[in-house]
């Protein structure tokens, strides 16, 4: 087992999360903080997908630009 410091002000903010105080030790949230974590990395693309979807967005937007069609007027 590792022993590891942390300043007053991160202490503070881990007393927080918790969530049964006669039961949460400090470990026992690190813990909680950490499988959160990785759910939400499940749900995390890769910046490079990020950025080629942004670049698929920006063709479309200029082609749609481009094109001369008047758009669609409704009138009530």
Known sequence: MRTFKVSDEMYEQMKSFVVDPF???????????????????????????????????AASRSKHEESEEPEPVVVL
């Open 23 to 57: 039961d949460d030790t400090p470990e026992v949230v690190i813990t909680r903080l950490i499988e959160i974590v990785n759910k939400a990395k499940d749900r995390w693309s890769p910046f490079e997908v990020y950025e080629s979807r942004n670049a698929e967005r």
